[in-house]
């Protein structure tokens, strides 16, 4: 099991596949307290053991981590808040504070905007560096982010409360392929000749747009951090990011290595708060060009509302969703239920893509409904720095009170609860992993964006149906299918409203593949070769020429 | 704007001039949706006149919310899965823009005519320039529509993935008064040619080409409600649009001030994407080297051309202290042999305001400039005609600070700055919240390349002004815009990018079975 579960997580970004497989055969010993045998002396029985590294040759968490970054990076320089005021910063796993952070404010993003407009200047080193340097800067970085790669996969877990195992080969991973990635793009941004009528030669530069501003949230927070600089620098701008307020210490860490790689001051500026202050400023911000965000809906709309009463800056928008995941009777049964379970309890249920409304065709939906309640019994909640840990606590008690409200409208509205629906354990933001049979279009559960444990499960009979009941939202982010029928397949990915299909698989982002919303989910795409289209401003250059030579 | 090929600035070489019709008969002043023609919804209609006589030439329909209603589920049902248009190949949609040139190109005189009573724009200037621009546009981008490729990526492991670009849907458009059949052309060649089905509300000044249009859409054989025409007000007809939550995206060409109100639109509806190309206060930057006489009348063309009427005029001429007082001696001189005149003769090149509105907003302008201290070198005054004329004006000794050094006057109101050094120029060039286009005259090669990379601008033009192409890609910086219209990158605009991600068996032979051990 354990070993589907980390294959499926290297699908899920970019893991070094041959790393994970080494070791995981070692780890099936570690597995313990499934939820049907949770033990009476609460979760953290696993703490009672010694990192596992020599038993196991799995990786193993920084044990005494001291926390060394806490301020606000500006300039390549720590500040203190102008506010005076901090952040506590907990791990949703204990409850405990790990530590405080200053805040930024509207007084913090000026004073960053600042010097990144200043780094942005005509003639400054940054704007004067060869694009090629620009990409060894971002290949430098990657070379530090895998050398702190233990220590930035602790820091996330114990900030978000994912597993520390997830987040050293999904997290970890993913964020060094994207620095990798958009470190070979620098220096092939490529404007391009264009053949115009008359005696004129005409070429286009794709220049940098100036300074970004980067709003990103908490489930993903070192990898959303990379997703946001990474093309951002690759093109040439420069960045004032905020990293959302429960999550703001591997982005701290972040900006240590920054420094440490060598990009000039003002290049990347590292500003924690909240969002109806910090991130307000951001998006209401005159001299910043760009704003990218990645949450929910309702605050992507806020801020494509301010970039209209500010200065018309250019918004991408990556936000909510409730993607479809269609299961038909002729596929590999029990690779879609593992699938179709991953692609929904990954990372706590958090994920922007979770596939929270899995459509089962009607001969196989019985027996899809039997394997994923069987599945999800066997997960195992526990501590997340615990090797054999299949499920984590869920971020902060205002997500952990929605969750719980959600399961308690789904059984209202008259589904079945199969399994699950309770919170676990005596403390910490624990969640059994939920499935509800027997869900209609119409409840909530299949409506609205739950964010956690919940798995909905419907059934369907005719693909025209399918199709229609798997649009019939404002969201379109992702969408999966499983088939073994190659017409369903190709008809069916062209019909989806979503901007990424997964076929036979779920979850499998990469650094080389769009990524974005259709509708309601978004504006704009992520990573890939488009990534750069939204970091760069296009300039058409006209030259009169005496006469034409073709 | 928009002079495509060797028509560039006025008057072809033919010597034998075409004429405009006599007697045009309007046939089209009403609602067109679903590929027919509709009485609005409210019964109201509203007048358009020929601003060069203040003659009314019709009433036509007025739409508003209800009529955006009918249109937008017209286009939404023409555009949904398995609709004659989504079952249409790429080159047969490719095949109708191609169909559609051929009939502007039969219809050109006529078209030309009725451009120039609706706007005032000279009719020589409306069929060499609007008319040859819109043709090439619609040709442009036929060739376009079988060639909007997706990609194949090498992705990590075992996965093929590839990506379609996708037609968005329903694109609302929104277009202004100064060059309306080419707008027309700019917003719904990209839309079509993509797969896209369209909602455009032409200016209520203006409404007339675009209607003819809407016959020879039909005329063409586009399906119903593919492409919908819809006259009528901004605050009305344009905002229900903006917060239509079935329209994927709008694009809208106008005021800056408006472009705001659009996004904040999208925000609070659907946030349906956003294109927006919008004001301009463009500098023009004539460097001591430069060919002086070329750099007079480029630079001039660039301030009047369709009455200044242009969100590409060149309202900022910087000149180079060595060559200043030769400049703008040079340009009074040619402002002063411009003379406005009736637009259907085909000697104008200078027809009338657009209206009353913008005619009094321009004056206005003018007042400010000479309070303001600016030296007005010739000018100033309106044609004592009866339409809305204003003698074309220079102002020279302008400086930065200076209302028509920072408001866009869109009327034929040329503004000389001066300056000294390249860094100055530079700083003060793009000192604005705009970023349109801008135009460098130089004969040296560091110059020119230098300033075209420090220009923060869409658009650069070296040695020429308002070479716009149907091949070259045209939108701004900052707050004059964003996205781009024209050329290859206007695609992106009208598309949507899907990845399709599919796993692999894990050996050959198989099918996508899991292999590994539970």
Not at chain 1, 265 to 284: M, W
Not at chain 1, 474 to 502: E, H, P
Not at chain 2, 188 to 193: D, K, S, V
Not at chain 2, 222 to 238: S, Y
């Amino acid at each position: 099991m354990l070993v589907k579960r980390l294959h499926w997580m290297m699908s899920v970004v970019d893991v070094d596949e041959q790393a994970v497989g080494e070791s995981l055969s070692l780890c099936k010993e570690n597995q313990q307290h499934t939820m049907s045998k949770e033990s009476s002396d609460g979760r953290y029985n696993g703490n009672k053991r010694a990192p596992a590294s020599v038993d196991t040759g799995l990786p193993v968490p920084v044990s005494d981590l001291k926390i060394e970054y806490t301020k606000i990076f500006i300039n390549n320089d720590w500040h203190n808040s102008s506010c005076g005021r901090r952040i506590p910063v907990y791990n949703p796993a204990t409850g405990e504070l790990i530590c405080e952070v200053e805040e930024g404010d509207k007084e913090d993003i000026d004073k960053a905007v600042k010097f990144a407009r200043q780094a942005f200047q005509l003639g400054s080193p940054w704007r004067q560096m060869d694009a090629s340097g620009r990409g060894r800067l971002l290949d430098e970085l990657a070379d530090l982010v895998e050398r702190d790669r233990q220590i930035l996969a602790t820091l996330e877990a114990i900030d978000s409360g994912k597993l520390f195992l997830t987040a050293y080969y999904a997290d970890l991973i993913g964020t060094i392929k994207t620095l990798r990635y958009y470190a070979g793009w620098a220096d092939k941004i490529q404007g391009k000749t264009i053949p115009v009528d008359g005696e004129y030669f005409t070429f286009t530069r794709h220049e940098p747009i100036g300074v970004c501003g980067q709003i990103i949230p908490w489930n993903f927070p070192l990898l959303m951090f990379t997703w946001k600089i990474a093309p951002a620098l690759c093109c040439g701008n420069t960045v004032v990011i905020k990293p959302a307020e429960q999550t703001p210490l591997s982005a701290l860490h972040m900006a240590a290595l920054i420094k440490e790689a060598g990009f000039p001051a003002g290049v990347v500026n590292v500003v924690p708060g909240y969002g109806p202050t910090a991130g307000h400023a951001i998006a209401h911000h005159m001299d910043i060009d760009k704003v990218a965000f990645t949450g929910s809906t309702n605050v992507g709309k806020l801020i494509k509302k301010a970039a209209g009463d500010s200065n018309l800056k250019r918004v991408t928008l990556e936000l909510g969703g409730k993607s479809p995941n269609i299961v038909f009777a002729d596929c590999d049964l029990e690779h879609a239920v593992e699938q179709a379970h991953h692609g929904l309890f990954f990372n706590q249920g958090q994920c922007c893509i979770a596939g929270s409304r899995v459509f089962v065709e009607e001969p196989i939906y019985e027996e899809f409904v039997r394997r994923s309640v069987e599945r999800a019994k066997r997960r195992v909640l526990g501590n997340p720095l615990v090797p054999g840990v299949d499920q984590g606590p869920q971020i902060d008690k205002k997500q952990f009170d929605k969750i719980l409200e959600l399961i308690e409208s789904g059984k209202r509205d008259g589904a079945k609860l199969e399994c699950g629906g309770r919170a676990w354990g005596q403390k910490g933001l624990f969640i059994q992993p939920t499935v509800f049979s027997d869900v209609t279009d119409d409840m909530r559960i299949a409506k609205e964006e739950i964010f956690g444990p919940v798995q909905q499960i419907m059934k369907f009979s005719s693909t025209e149906e399918v199709i229609k009941r798997a649009n019939n939202t404002q969201y379109g982010l992702a969408a999966g299918l499983f088939t073994n029928d190659l017409n369903k397949a190709l008809t069916i990915s062209s019909a989806l409203q979503a901007g990424t299909v997964w076929v036979n698989c779920y979850g499998a982002v990469s650094s080389q593949c769009p990524f974005g919303g259709y509708k309601m989910s978004g504006n704009g795409r992520e990573m890939g070769e488009y990534g750069l289209e939204e970091y760069t401003e296009v300039k058409t250059v006209t030259i009169k020429i005496p006469q034409k030579n073709s | 704007m928009a002079q495509n090929g060797t028509k560039a600035n006025g008057l072809p070489e033919e010597k034998v001039f075409p004429r405009p019709l006599k007697d045009v008969e309007v046939r089209h002043t009403k609602i067109f949706i679903n590929n027919e023609w509709h009485c609005s919804v409210s019964g109201k209609k509203f007048s358009t006149y020929n601003p060069a006589t203040g003659a009314k030439i019709c009433d036509v329909e007025e739409a508003d919310k209800a009529d955006v209603e009918k249109a937008v589920e017209a286009a939404k049902v023409a555009g949904q899965r398995g609709s004659t248009w989504r079952k249409t190949d790429a080159s047969s949609r490719g095949g109708l823009l191609n169909k559609l040139a051929d009939l502007l190109e039969r219809d050109r005189h006529l078209l030309a005519t009725m451009e120039s009573m609706d706007t005032g724009k000279p009719f020589l200037h409306s069929f060499f320039i609007d008319l040859d621009g819109s043709i090439k546009t619609l040709r442009y981008f036929a060739g376009w529509a079988d060639k909007i490729q997706g990609k194949t990526m090498p992705v990590d492991d075992s996965f093929l993935c590839f990506t379609k670009h996708e037609p968005i849907g329903v694109c609302g458009a929104i277009i202004p008064w100064n060059f309306p059949l080419l707008m027309f052309t700019w917003k719904i060649a990209p839309a079509l040619c993509c797969g896209n089905t369209v909602v455009l509300k032409p200016a209520e000044q203006t409404p007339l080409t675009a209607l003819h249009m809407g016959a020879l859409i039909k005329e063409a054989g586009f399906p119903p409600g593919v492409v919908n025409i819809l006259p009528g007000f901004g605050p009305t007809a344009g905002g229900a649009l903006a917060c239509h939550t079935d329209v994927g995206k709008v694009a809208f060409t106008g005021s800056t001030e408006v472009g705001k109100l659009i996004q904040q639109e999208s925000g609070r509806s659907n946030l349906k994407r956003v294109t927006l190309e919008l004001g301009g206060k463009n500098p023009c930057i004539v460097l001591a080297d430069a060919d002086l006489r070329k750099a007079v009348e480029e630079a001039q063309q660039g301030a009047f051309f369709n009455q200044g009427q242009c969100c590409t005029a060149a309202s900022r001429v910087f000149v180079q202290e060595e060559v200043y007082q030769e400049f703008v001696r040079l340009s009074v001189e040619r402002a002063k042999r411009v003379v406005p005149g009736d637009p259907m003769d085909p000697r104008t090149s200078h027809g009338p305001q657009i209206d009353q509105e913008q005619f009094d907003k321009i004056m206005e302008m003018i007042k400010s400039g000479k309070r303001e201290g600016a030296k007005l070198e010739c000018g100033g005054v309106a044609v004592r005609t009866q339409g809305l004329y204003i003698q074309p004006t220079v102002f020279s000794e302008v400086q930065d600070h200076m209302r028509i050094a920072k408001e866009e006057i869109f009327g034929p109101v040329q503004c000389i700055l001066k300056f000294k050094t390249l860094e100055e120029v530079i700083q003060r060039a793009n000192s604005t919240e705009y970023g349109l286009v801008a135009a460098v005259f130089t004969r040296s090669v560091d110059q020119a390349l230098c300033l075209s990379s420090a220009l923060q601008c869409g658009t650069v033009w070296v040695n020429c002004y308002n070479a716009l192409h149907a091949q070259t890609p045209f939108g701004g910086y900052k707050m004059s815009g964003f996205g781009r219209e024209l050329g290859e990158y206007a695609l992106r605009e009208y598309t949507e990018v899907k990845a399709v991600t599919i796993k692999l068996a894990e050996t050959p032979g198989e099918t996508s079975r899991d292999t590994l051990p539970l």
